[in-house]
């Protein structure tokens, strides 16, 4: 048990302290106003306040957690044996910088309200983050602090206790585009037809020819191979299907085609599924709805959980529309630039509006990679794809949290310009379970 004074308790505060003590050290807690209780009470203390108390672990608080506006505040580094932190501290506090305030900064995406350049995709750049330009997105830098609080807590009352970091495991499958040549439609067909021919792209179009002649099988339809990998440990893996209707950007087989319909029954029938809204369906709230009723027709089964299309989030509107929609579970809190925590956290979390001042029903899962961002965006060959896969499992085995990486039906093909990130995925893979294993989460 812990004991917390503040002068005043506030959502954000209870929201951060819940965050840090409950989900990640796994310590019960209780926050209070009262001098009396806290000055009595015989478990490990700190005092969150301005007031001078007798108590080994004082911590000069950053107004932040007090306030009920979106402001801008000064985010200067604060070196600290040989790392850098933010949001300055007081010289008589136990940390010179205020781990509360700054987890909260990142958890609620506090950056994220401010900031209105967005790219193309009218998303959140990468470049902007303040853990991008501290250099620190690579690390979960709150799943850390968490760490360094119990450490401190542990120095002055060497009786307390907490969970120590474990080490989980998701992998995650988005099927935006379920063959690359079948099940298109005649119309469809046709036009790419046309399309490699006035690209010369002559190996392409004999490839189709095979794949139609049932001579070859569709590069995209990589889902025995994923299914054979995986084999019994179904519950590490999840699908996001994209069916909205076609677009620029929404490519995928129509949701009325039969061969759809049946592939999405025998993955949900071994795995979880979710939706991938549409590129189309952020600027139109019907078709959200539409799409996630039109998944849990197929599939007879509730949809709880979702990865935007292109990762389109804009705060807070797309988790708004999500929770209204019925929606429980959120995968799209990463960068598509960069890999790393977005969020500063290799936990899941809690979604706080910042503009209603709640929490919310809404669980964010973030996850560190995606197989896009490390061919195309980085540029990285598969041998150096796999350093940075393992320096990141590696930052989550010492602090904890869940690896969650981001794979597409096609990267897995072997074939073109995707050959030889299978062997990527598959010890990506085999190296995950077994820290999971080692780790000892269920």
């Known amino acids: 048990m812990l004991v917390v004074f503040a002068q005043e308790i506030t959502n954000r505060l209870q929201y951060t302290f819940d965050f840090i003590f409950s989900e990640i050290l796994g310590v019960p807690f209780l926050l209070t106003t009262d001098l009396h209780e806290f ?3 015989q478990f490990p203390k700190i005092n969150y306040s301005l007031l001078p108390l007798d108590c080994p672990l004082q911590m000069h608080p950053h107004p932040i957690l007090f306030q009920h506006t979106i402001n801008f505040h000064s985010l200067e580094a604060v070196p600290y044996k040989d790392e850098v932190y933010f949001f300055e501290s007081s010289g ?4 010179p910088f205020d781990p509360f305030a700054a987890s909260f900064y990142l958890l609620s995406r506090y950056e994220e309200y401010l900031m209105r350049e967005l790219d193309e995709h009218h998303r959140y750049p990468s470049h902007h983050s303040v853990l991008y330009r501290n ?16 450490h401190e807590i542990k120095m002055h009352y060497p009786g307390f206790d907490y969970e120590k970091p474990r080490f989980d495991f998701l992998s995650t499958i988005d099927i935006d585009n379920a063959w690359a040549y079948k099940n298109k439609g005649w119309w469809r067909t046709a036009g790419a037809f046309v399309r490699g021919l006035l690209k010369g792209e002559k190996h392409l179009l004999e490839e189709r020819m095979q794949v ?18 995986y084999g ?17 950007y ?11 319909q049946k592939l999405i029954k025998e993955l949900s029938a071994n795995f979880q599924l979710g939706i991938h809204p549409s590129y189309r369906s952020t600027k139109r709230k019907k078709e959200l709805r539409q ?3 039109t998944l849990e027709t197929i599939t007879q089964q509730k949809v709880e959980a979702s990865r935007q299309h292109f990762l389109r989030l804009v705060l807070p509107t797309t988790y708004r529309r999500l929770i209204k929609a019925g929606i429980q579970h959120d995968y799209t809190m990463g960068y598509a630039d960069q890999c790393g925590f977005r969020a500063g956290t290799s936990s899941s979390f809690w979604f706080y509006d910042l503009k209603k001042e709640e929490q919310t029903t809404l669980r964010i899962h973030p996850f560190q990679l995606m197989d896009v961002t490390l061919k195309n965006y980085l540029k990285l060959a598969p041998d150096e794809a796999l350093e940075v896969i393992g320096k990141l499992m590696q930052e989550i085995r010492e602090y904890g949290g869940t690896f969650i990486c981001l794979w597409h039906n096609e990267s897995l093909s072997d074939r073109g310009e995707w050959k030889g990130w299978r062997t990527v995925f598959e010890q990506m893979t085999e190296q995950a379970i077994k820290y999971k294993d080692e780790s000892g989460t269920n």
């Open 39 to 41: 000055n009595e009470s």
């Open 92 to 95: 008589d506090s136990f940390l």
């Open 135 to 150: 250099h620190l997105l690579d690390k979960p830098v709150v799943n850390q602090w968490a760490q360094l609080i119990a």
């Open 212 to 229: 139609l002649r049932g001579e070859l099988d569709d590069p995209y339809d990589t889902y025995d191979y994923i299914r054979e990998l």
């Open 232 to 248: 019994e440990r179904k519950e590490l893996l999840r699908f996001f299907i994209l069916l909205g209707k076609t677009s620029q």
């Open 250 to 260: 929404d490519r995928n087989v129509s949701p009325d085609n039969e061969e759809l």
């Open 291 to 293: 799409e996630i009723r």
